[in-house]
């Protein structure tokens, strides 16, 4: 009898194996030999394929337990040897789950840290998805995630492009630590990555217009002179415009250069850029990824109007040290990191010098071998992390541009930076951020000849900022992010004085000016549904101006200029004389269209409260930095975009597309014909030393509007993107262009990037950059005239701008060697050889108009033997091929 | 290998440092209507004072429109007036006696459009003394001799100043303009004595007539517009490219200026 029930049992079983559900209604036979717990489970596994998954903590396998012989469903079973123990009993597929009846739906918190499992790093942005709860979180800066589960059995997958995905099967009862470690992917061919530049799931994160690069990326990319340049590489991205040919001045979504806040750990970096532009202060081995905010910028973010940049340092490897560095034709890096305390502490030492001098001392002329043109840049961190609720980060930047010519001409200007951040975790929803800052911009200028000239200019920017942010994981439908942060700003009088021959022709020290500006903020990311979520947030902004300081007070009626000044007024320290403020409100909301893709839109105000004073469309280290103030309100921008993205399977590529719309109001620009500098002086004209600003600048309102697409393939041994970008920018300010609307020199219609890269195998890998864009807006001269014997153009006051260059476009490629004869050795290397603008367009980067002599712009008219035609000419100055080396190391 | 990879590195480096181009830009430019550029000077000095007329042409063209068919009047603040004569090429002459302090206006006629503009004549400016010193080949100059000016009106609370030279009758020009500006701001209190220096030196035996000329502030200006231009960079750096500021009302190019000179002869030994 009880032979053929087992075997009807089998049969049962077989036949429904395919029909889990109803396997609690499976039956099996009872012995009397089953006499503990363990017996039990064991023996209707090895009947029924059933397991049995329970914490040995909780039920004692060895316990007695009495019961009929006979044939029980399971679930009968189980309730019956289990009930009276208060345990009760879930199912999971072919599996069943002992818990404790006093299972309470209570959220519990499963916290982990997630590491590379050979260098032992932190890994940032890895996913960790719950797909059974449709839920998904990303490793923080410090490889930490923390959600909050109701208790069960969970299915955890951990993945992050570059590493194999893992995937674990846990029993959440309890609080939970996790320690999880991923292994880098092998280089198959089939599957070889090279960037990892997306280390998250484009369609689950909140945030639109939001990017997260990492340095792996930026390095693989051809770049200038070779050099692996942050900013540069942003420039590829929908959006984001260069200013010029090579420099790196960000405009983003039709805004200026100042719009973008360029930060390092969250310290302001106000000169972002080496050599005029052409080179970011970043040196690529000292950075982790760099986060930039297009639109639906957080709540915690503000200060400018049209993104936000965060460039994050590397951790440190708080296991044991390293070494990477690289020499190339112009500069070299060097990059030390290690452990301080084992596991508890580390640091990062990175430096970076050119030597454009250096090399130009083998040109045989005296004068080029006078000429002293460097920059270095000096980065420096240290961690700490003595317990899980704590850790103490402090960082440091120091850089300085320098060139010299003999001793007679110096110039010097650079950033210095230093922060300090707490981070303490009350528990496992509250988390608390405490930091500080300084940040200190200063630009010299000296010229010493004998008797004859004596000139100095100097000029300095300081601000100290204390943050306080606060994540509180409210429930697992709301995160809470709020905090307040406060900068007190200085900008240092410029100091300008001129001698000639013993003649002094100024001594001039314009006006010190001291803000604070403040804000609090709040925003919570609310899970409203499994398909839709949504990002609220206000932040509200304070800005005071301070004395010490004097106001001008001009006559009514009359336009501002230095002689309707009627008074003055003084206020003396930290007496507050103006004060604006104002709410920025943030809202994104993501709707899941299916898995894979989603629908998100968002509108954000952001106000902007220091801005730069220049004619310049381009970042330059002489750049003039000025407050608001009575008379400069500050700029606000609306923003408005909505977007559709899309993940194809295994994340191997994915799409996106986002439109946008945007306002700025209180945008300045200079009246025309301003004179800078000259054969002649004209102080009050001259922004560099005037301190009635208000007399010379005009404002009004911008507004901006563009499509952006991209195409992104992440896997394979060829990866890239295409974006492209479709926008318009526009001005319009009384005063200018007779008051018509007219475009900044940036608006350029069309901006096309195609990045590619490609591995041939573990040795040798190709990568390679063409980018197009329309030519930028010009004011073009309609004719010529010729005054006192010399030619001029002459122009339409009403056509600022109303004509285009020729479209842009460039070739970059690169090759990569890498020396890697043996895998298991510690020293690892590389050559790079790199083509910028390969098949050598000349694309314009200045134009001048200047009488050419016998149509060859080169010709130097005191040193020709011949005149034969001398004709006011269109001339280009542009940048030709520029090949490069570099041997790059790690150790 | 040794040398070939370090003959690569070195080429490479050469090629990099030449990385900059200047060459000719492809663009087609727009075609404007011809303006009239007006430039000429009426001056305390005894000599015909001379209006040159031209039209502004296209770039394609290579020499320049002179206007011989306008009606030029000069009227000046005490009532004196006259109606210039046209001398062909352009110039028209007058033989007014330029008085400083006076306010001189400018009336031109031509083809039915009326051009207007006001300058006044500054007093003469005084000199305190030229001189001539010698420096030897340097960094930043050339060796030569170079010309200095010393005290320049010192009752002067402000003045706008060019200097021209001409050098064995030759007109110099500095940059292609004739000359070299300067302003005097006497409210700075550490301009009680002002030497210029000319920029360009001279070689011994050269004869130098030097005139000091004082102008009024709209001609100043206008000349800094001027100067702007040549230096301007299409607007990616500087500003964007405007006209100098005229005097002139009617949509013209040039300025029209009164000016005073002090003429003053010296000989490099």
């Known amino acids: 009898m009880g032979k053929k029930l087992a075997l009807i049992c089998v049969a049962l079983l077989l036949f429904l194996k395919a029909f889990p559900q109803t396997t609690l209604h499976e039956e099996c036979t009872v012995n009397k030999k089953i006499t503990v717990v363990e017996d039990l489970l064991n023996h209707i596994q090895e009947q029924t394929g059933v397991s049995f998954s329970y914490n040995s903590q909780l039920i004692d396998p060895y316990k007695k337990i009495t019961l009929q012989a006979g044939t029980y469903t399971i679930e009968k079973v189980l309730h019956h040897i289990f009930d009276r123990q208060g345990i009760e009993f879930i199912l999971k597929g072919e599996q069943i789950i002992l818990v404790p009846a006093t299972f309470s739906t209570t959220p519990v918190s499963l916290e982990g840290i997630i590491k590379d499992s050979s260098s032992l790093l932190p890994l940032t942005g890895v996913i960790v998805s719950f797909p059974e709860i449709r839920q998904t979180v990303v490793t923080n800066n410090e490889g930490h995630f923390s959600v909050l589960l109701r208790p069960g059995p969970q299915s955890i997958r951990f993945s992050l492009l570059g590493y194999e995905t893992s995937e674990r099967n846990i029993l959440i009862t309890s609080d939970t630590s996790l320690t999880v470690s991923l292994n880098v992917k092998d280089y198959k061919l089939e599957e070889v990555l090279v960037q990892d530049h997306l280390q998250r799931n484009p369609v689950r994160d909140l945030k639109t217009g939001n990017e997260r690069l990492n340095i792996k990326h930026v390095e693989s990319m051809p770049a200038m002179f070779g050099e692996a340049d942050i900013l540069k590489s942003l420039q590829m991205l929908p959006g984001i415009q260069s200013a010029g040919e090579g420099l790196s001045g960000l405009l983003v979504r039709g805004g200026s250069a100042d719009q973008t806040l360029v930060m390092l750990n969250n310290a302001t970096i106000y000169s972002p850029a080496h050599f005029l532009g052409f080179f970011s202060v970043f040196n690529p081995d000292a950075i982790e990824d760099v986060e930039i905010y297009k639109g639906g910028v957080p709540a915690r973010w503000g200060g400018r109007l049209s993104s936000i940049i965060n460039n994050n340092m590397k951790t440190g490897n708080s296991e044991k040290f390293s070494m990477q560095g690289g020499i190339g034709l112009i500069s070299s890096r060097l990059s030390v990191e290690g452990p301080l305390l084992k596991n508890k502490a580390s640091f990062l030492l990175s430096g970076r010098r050119t030597y454009f001098d250096l090399l130009m001392k083998a040109v045989p002329d005296n004068q080029v071998q006078a000429t002293t043109l460097y920059f270095y840049d000096l980065n420096g961190a240290v961690y700490y992390q003595p317990d899980k609720k704590n850790k103490f980060s402090l960082y440091s930047y120091s850089g300085d541009d320098v060139a010299r010519f003999y001793d007679f001409i110096k110039v010097k200007w650079g950033n210095r930076i230093i922060s300090g951040e707490w981070l303490h975790s009350f528990n496992s929803r509250l988390l608390l951020s405490s930091s500080f800052h300084y940040s200190q911009y200063q630009y010299g200028f000296q010229i010493n000849l004998e008797d004859e000239v004596d000139y100095e200019w100097s000029s300095k920017l300081k601000e100290h900022t204390l943050r306080l942010d606060l994540d509180y994981n409210l429930n697992n439908k709301n995160q809470l992010n709020f905090g307040y942060n406060a900068s007190r700003r200085v900008f240092y009088p410029v100091y300008y004085r001129l001698e000639e021959n013993n003649t002094s022709f100024g001594n001039i020290m314009l006006d010190e000016k001291n803000v604070l500006e403040h804000a609090l903020y709040i925003q919570n990311e609310h899970q409203i549904t499994k398909r839709l979520s949504f990002l609220y947030g206000l932040r509200y902004s304070f800005f005071h101006n301070m004395g010490p300081g004097r106001v001008f007070k001009y006559t009514e009626g009359l336009e501002k200029r230095i002689e309707t000044i009627s008074d003055t007024v003084y206020f003396s320290t930290n007496e507050i004389y103006n004060t604006y403020h104002g709410a920025e409100p943030r809202i994104t909301g993501n709707y899941s269209l299916t898995d894979n893709s989603a629908f998100k839109f968002s509108y954000n105000r952001m106000q902007q409260f220091t801005q730069v004073a220049s004619t310049a469309t381009a970042s330059l280290p002489q750049d003039r930095w000025i407050p608001s103030d009575i008379y400069l309100k500050p700029q606000t921008g609306d923003q408005w975009s909505m977007g559709y993205f899309r993940n194809l399977p295994q994340n191997s590529i994915d799409f996106s597309a986002e439109l946008y719309y945007k306002v700025m109001q209180n945008q300045i620009d200079f009246k025309d014909g301003i004179t800078l500098v000259g054969n002649v002086t004209d102080q009050n004209a001259d922004v560099h030393l005037n301190n009635a600003l208000e007399t010379q600048l005009l404002s009004g309102k911008a507004w901006s509007y563009g499509t952006e697409l991209m195409v992104r393939k992440n896997k394979g041994s060829f990866t890239g993107w295409i974006s492209y970008t479709y926008s318009r920018t526009r001005r319009q300010i009384k005063g200018i262009n007779n008051g018509k609307v007219y475009s900044p020199r940036y608006d350029r219609p069309h901006d096309l990037s195609i990045v590619g890269s490609y591995k041939f195998n573990k040795r040798l890998e190709v990568a390679g950059n063409w980018v197009y864009t329309s030519g930028s807006a010009v004011t073009l001269p309609e004719g010529k005239y010729t005054f006192e014997g010399k030619q001029f153009p002459y122009y339409n006051p009403e056509f600022r701008n109303n004509h285009r260059l020729p479209d842009y476009h460039r070739l970059d490629l690169s090759l990569t060697l890498h020396n890697r004869k043996n895998d298991e050795r510690r020293w690892k290397s590389n050559w790079t050889f790199s083509l910028y603008n390969t098949y050598m367009r000349k694309n314009p980067l200045f134009i001048q108009f200047i009488e050419v002599i016998n149509n060859d712009p080169n010709i130097d008219e005191n040193e020709v033997d011949q005149i034969y035609t001398k004709d006011l000419k269109g001339v280009k100055i542009y940048f030709s091929l520029i090949p490069a080396i570099s041997y790059n190391f790690r150790f | ?269």
């Open chain 2, 1 to 269: 290998m040794k040398k070939l990879l370090k003959s690569v590195i070195w080429s490479v480096f050469l090629a990099s440092i030449q990385a900059c181009g200047i060459s000719v830009l492809d663009v087609e430019l727009p075609d404007g209507t011809p303006k009239l550029v007006v430039e000429g000077s009426i001056s305390n000095l005894d000599n015909p004072h001379t209006i040159l007329l031209s039209r502004s042409t296209s770039f394609e063209q290579s020499s320049s429109q002179y206007v011989d068919d306008a009606v030029i009047i000069i009227s000046g603040s005490g009532g004196e007036q006259d109606t210039l004569l046209n001398k062909g090429g352009g110039r028209y002459e007058s033989l007014i006696k330029g008085i400083p302090g006076t306010t001189y206006q400018l009336d031109i006629l031509l083809d039915g459009n009326h051009y207007q503009a006001f300058s006044t004549m500054p007093k003469p400016p005084t000199l305190d003394s030229l001189s001539i010193s010698y420096h030897s080949e340097s960094l930043v100059r050339e060796e030569g001799y170079y010309l200095s000016l010393h005290t320049l009106d010192p009752e002067e609370r402000e003045g706008y100043y060019r200097w021209i030279v001409w050098k064995n009758d030759t007109l110099h020009r500095v940059d292609g303009i004739p000359g070299f500006f300067a302003t005097l701001d006497m409210n700075k209190e550490n301009n009680k004595i002002l030497n210029l220096q000319y920029p360009t030196p001279f070689r011994a035996g050269d004869t130098l007539r030097v005139h000091t000329i004082k102008m009024d502030k709209q001609v100043y200006t206008y000349y800094l517009g001027l100067y702007e231009l040549m230096i301007n960079d299409g607007g990616l750096i500087g500003p964007i490219p405007v006209n100098p500021e005229t005097n002139i009302s009617g949509d013209a190019l040039g300025v029209f200026q009164a000016v005073s000179i002090l003429e003053k002869e010296i000989i490099i030994k």
